[in-house]
Antibody
Framework: EVQLVESGGGLVQPGGSLRLSCEAS????????MNWVRQAPGKGLEWISY????????YYADSVKGRFTISRDNAKNSVFLQMNSLRAEDTAIYFC???????????WGQGTLVTVSS | SYELTQPPSVSVSPGQTARITCSGD??????AYWYQQKSGQAPVLVIY???KRPSGIPERFSGSSSGTMATLTISGAQAEDEADYYC????????????FGGGTKVTVL
C-alpha cells in the first residue's frame, strides 16, 4: 500500500526555520517525482515545490523561491522541505504528493501543520 | 502570471448533473487534472489527462476539455460528492509553472 507520511510541522516564530519530512512506503521512491503542496487555513491548494526522481531538477513557486529548499534521500525513502525566513503567510498544512508521469499527483500524505506566529 | 479560474461554488440536487469549469490559456496545450478534497482530508485525484478516471473513482465522474476550458462533470450527484474540487495544470512556459485553480465548492442539496 502506498503511503506518504509528513512530519516536522509545528509553531515557529516569524523569521524562523523548519524542516519538513515526507516518508514514503509501499513503492520505490527513486522512480517518482515528488512535490510539496500547501493549504492555508480556509484557502485553496497552492503548489510550492517539485523535485525530479534523481533530485537533479527542482522547481519552486515564486512565493517560496529563495527561502525554501526541496531535497530527497531515496535510500532513506524520504523527501524534505527546508523552510527558512518563515512568514505569517506561510502558515498552512503542507502536503507531500507523489507525481506519476501520466496521472499527476496520484498519492498524497495527510499533511503537517505549520504555524508561523509570534 | 498564469492562472486557472474556477467558479467558487456549484450547487446540485441529488441525482442531477454538476459541471465544474476550469479556464486557462494554456489548456489547449496542457492537460487538466481534477482533485476532490473533502473537509479535513487530503485531496484525491478523480480525473487525469483531461478525461481519464483513476481506478476506484466512480463512473459518474468524467472530464472533458475544449479550447481554454476543462470541465469536470458529476452525473447523478450523490451526497458523498459534496466537497471542494480543484483543477491543476501547467503553463506552456515550462514544467516549473504549475498551479491549481482556486477551487469550487460543490454542494449537494
Amino acid at each position: 500500500e502506498v503511503q506518504l507520511v509528513e512530519s516536522g510541522g509545528g509553531l515557529v516564530q516569524p523569521g524562523g526555520s523548519l524542516r519538513l519530512s515526507c516518508e514514503a512506503s509501499g513503492f520505490t521512491l527513486s522512480s517518482y517525482e515528488m512535490n510539496w503542496v500547501r493549504q492555508a487555513p480556509g484557502k485553496g491548494l497552492e503548489w510550492i515545490s517539485y523535485i525530479s526522481s534523481s533530485g537533479g531538477t527542482k522547481y519552486y513557486a515564486d512565493s517560496v523561491k529563495g527561502r525554501f529548499t526541496i531535497s530527497r534521500d531515496n535510500a532513506k525513502n524520504s523527501v524534505f522541505l527546508q523552510m527558512n525566513s518563515l512568514r505569517a503567510e506561510d502558515t498552512a498544512i503542507y502536503f507531500c504528493a507523489r507525481e506519476s508521469k501520466a496521472e499527476g499527483f496520484d498519492y498524497w500524505g495527510q499533511g503537517t501543520l505549520v504555524t508561523v506566529s509570534s | 502570471s498564469y492562472e486557472l479560474t474556477q467558479p467558487p461554488s456549484v450547487s446540485v440536487s441529488p441525482g442531477q448533473t454538476a459541471r465544474i469549469t476550469c479556464s486557462g490559456d494554456a489548456l489547449p496545450k496542457k492537460y487538466a487534472y481534477w482533485y476532490q478534497q473533502k473537509s479535513g482530508q487530503a485531496p484525491v485525484l478523480v480525473i487525469y489527462e483531461d478525461t481519464k478516471r483513476p481506478s476506484g473513482i466512480p463512473e459518474r465522474f468524467s472530464g472533458s476539455s475544449s479550447g481554454t476550458m476543462a470541465t469536470l462533470t458529476i452525473s447523478g450527484a450523490q451526497a458523498e460528492d459534496e466537497a471542494d474540487y480543484y483543477c491543476y495544470s501547467t503553463d506552456t512556459g515550462g514544467n516549473d509553472r504549475r498551479m491549481f485553480g482556486g477551487g469550487t465548492k460543490v454542494t449537494v442539496l
